[in-house]
């Protein structure tokens, strides 16, 4: 079946162009082109659509308004953001609403490369109800103390890049919302993604780190008391899994930007485990019980009980936020057991990492 898309630009050449461009594609994604933000509102409230890119500059509503109203007519709606150049505000807004920044002139290659992936880890979901919850997160909880930690240093009159960083990539729904901001074009002419936290700080500026942390939302707390020694323990499990990733892919002599891939997977490769809790609340509480008690895999019971594992949902709000394809596949894969391989990827990487917590710990720690 077709993915249904929608192109949204004030300037009819553009739209014009686009459509030229994105031929090859017909096939496989049915295009509608919106001529401006009232024209797109009225689209988008006639039919439902997979996607809807959208130039931010436009005179009746922008971009990043535009998608607001999406989040609520149509959540499950992948939101990309497609522009020029755009203010400092235009563009701290667009991080609240859009999954991606792309810069324009945006070739073919770029836009296919961002949709297909996260459309393609939509499928193993199952029902709609959790694409949904998904698609309409702009921001994932983090510990409170990582939280309120990280606000002390960006208040005081000279914070550190350094002591940020390690406080951001000390929490897993920092890390995913910085790595998105930082890989996003508003914020950096660099096409080159990173996975560096300390990278992606420096790139964004202590500056704009502070708006996103105190006026723009984009970091805040997970407030489900009952879950919150989940919460802290899953993040022990993922700094450990983290690093273990990063000594083994270098031991290996893996490439650096293997390394790097590797070890971010290691950091978020439960990250579905707090998109659950995000979602869910107590009703995950009790599905975490419930494995416990029965010693079923975590995810056996996710999927009995929810209709997706938390691999599942993990890679999908990692491929939507525009992670790169080496990141997700381990973070879909990290349950699998390829066994022993010669040639090291990240995905393998985290496979053996895992492969190895369990066996020390002698227990299922997928299962966890
Ligand atoms: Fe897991
Ligand atoms: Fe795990």
Not at 122 to 129: D, F, N, T, V, Y
């Amino acid at each position: 079946m077709p993915q249904h898309i929608l192109f949204v630009d004030d300037n009819p050449l553009m739209l014009a162009g686009l459509g030229r461009m994105l031929r090859p594609m017909r096939h496989e994604w049915d295009m509608a082109f919106a001529p401006g933000g009232a024209a797109a509102l009225a689209a988008i409230e006639a039919s439902s659509y997979d996607v809807i890119v959208s130039d931010m500059r436009m005179p009746d509503i922008d971009g990043a308004e535009l998608l607001r109203y999406a989040i609520r007519i149509q959540p499950r709606a992948m939101r990309i953001i497609l522009s020029g150049q755009a203010s400092y505000g235009a563009s701290l807004r667009s991080v609240q609403t859009a999954h991606q920044c792309l810069s324009k002139p945006c070739e073919m290659a770029m836009l296919t490369g961002k949709i297909g992936p996260a459309l393609a880890r939509r499928a193993p979901l199952g029902g709609e109800e959790i694409a949904v919850a998904v698609s309409e997160m702009t921001t994932l909880p983090s510990r409170p103390e990582a939280h309120r930690h990280l606000l002390a240093e960006l208040q005081t009159p000279n914070p550190s890049t350094h002591h940020t960083a390690e406080i951001i990539a000390s929490d897993l729904g920092m890390t995913c919302k910085l790595l998105q901001v930082a890989n996003s074009a508003f914020f950096s002419n660099d096409r080159r993604q990173t996975l560096d936290v300390g990278h992606a700080v420096r790139r964004l500026g202590l500056d704009i780190v502070r708006q996103l942390a105190v006026s723009a939302g984009a970091f805040n707390e997970f407030d489900c008391q009952e879950l919150l020694p989940f919460v802290e323990e899953l993040s022990i499990h993922s700094i450990e899994t983290r690093d273990r990733s990063e000594v083994v892919a270098t031991s290996k002599g893996l490439a650096r930007p293997i390394i790097e891939a590797a070890s971010t997977a290691g950091l978020l490769h439960d990250v579905g485990k707090l998109v659950f809790a995000a979602i869910y609340g107590p009703r995950y509480g009790q599905i975490l019980r419930r494995a416990r008690e029965e010693q079923v895999p975590l995810w056996c019971v996710e999927r009995d009980h929810l209709g997706a594992s938390h691999a599942d949902v993990g890679a999908y709000l990692l491929a939507l936020w525009g992670l790169s394809e080496p990141v997700v596949d381990a973070v879909a894969h990290h349950h699998h057991d390829e066994g022993p391989v010669s040639e090291f990827s990240a995905r393998t990487v985290l496979q053996a990492v895992l492969r190895t917590q369990r066996l020390q710990s002698g227990q299922h720690i997928n299962g966890k």
